[in-house]
């Protein structure tokens, strides 16, 4: 069933009900379908999620894991191509204080699960832009961020989760398994994790420095400077 009033939009000079399969979450179907309203062009481009008001919303077994793997089904996505076409209908909400997560279509929310964050940086290099100098950032899926005000680098804390455990064993493991992850706003509320060789390359790029007992990462983006101040281990 969908929803009359969001049948009869149009995407692209299409009726999206007249081209929606009977199972989106199906990979190859949701995949078909997503081309077929956001266009097939080989440029990668965003569609415009914000004006879509889907009424319908099913579960689809799909995970983000804390590491950037996709995995649909117990199995990895291994196709990098649908990952990053996926990736382009990321969709974040945020209700009563909880997190969800979403593939959103012109009809149709498919909630996923995400373990930390959805998005992961696995690049960064330095653009020359009117005489100054930016951080860049780029993501698995192809976006691309600069170090700025709107889009500045935060440390926090990630503890993985574990049901299994009975709660003696996950106060243990917490103490070992908690982990200072660097993270950056990306687009639409959409955060990315900095990758671990990323970090260390910023460490490089940047000037680390002592104060009082804590050390200091000092990057400079943009003509400005941004502070991190690093966990002491």
Do not use: C
């Not at 995407?11 to 399969?21: E, H, I």
């Not at 914000?50 to 199995?75: C, F, S, Y």
């Not at 106060?171 to 970090?199: C, H, S, W």
Request: aromatic share 6%; glycine share 6%.
């Amino acid at each position: 069933m969908t929803d009359s009033n969001n049948t009869n939009r149009k995407v692209n000079g299409t009726d999206p009900a007249k081209t929606l399969p009977s199972d989106l979450k199906d990979m190859e179907a949701l995949s078909q379908y997503l081309k077929s309203t956001t266009g097939n062009s080989q440029k990668r481009s965003l569609p415009p999620l914000e004006d879509w008001q889907p009424e319908q919303t099913v579960d689809m077994d799909l995970v983000i894991k804390a590491n950037g793997e996709w995995w649909h089904e117990g199995r990895p996505l291994t196709r990098q191509s649908l990952v990053d076409l996926f990736a382009t209908v990321l969709w974040r909400e945020e209700r009563n204080n909880e997190i969800e997560y979403f593939l959103k279509t012109p009809v149709q929310k498919l909630r996923i699960s995400v373990e930390d964050v959805p998005l992961l940086i696995n690049d960064v290099g330095i653009v020359e832009e009117k005489g100054d100098s930016w951080l860049e950032f780029t993501t698995t899926t192809g976006d691309v961020v600069r170090l700025d005000a709107a889009h500045p680098i935060t440390l926090r804390t990630y503890l993985p989760k574990n049901d299994a455990q009975d709660s003696d064993e996950q106060d243990k493991d917490a103490v070992e398994q908690e982990q200072i992850r660097p993270y950056m706003p990306v687009r639409n509320g959409l955060t990315a994790l900095i990758g671990r060789n990323t970090f260390y390359h910023l460490t490089e790029i940047g000037k680390l420095t002592e104060e009082n007992g804590s050390t200091i990462l000092t990057l400079r983006s943009g003509g400005q400077d941004y502070q991190l101040f690093m966990p002491n281990h």
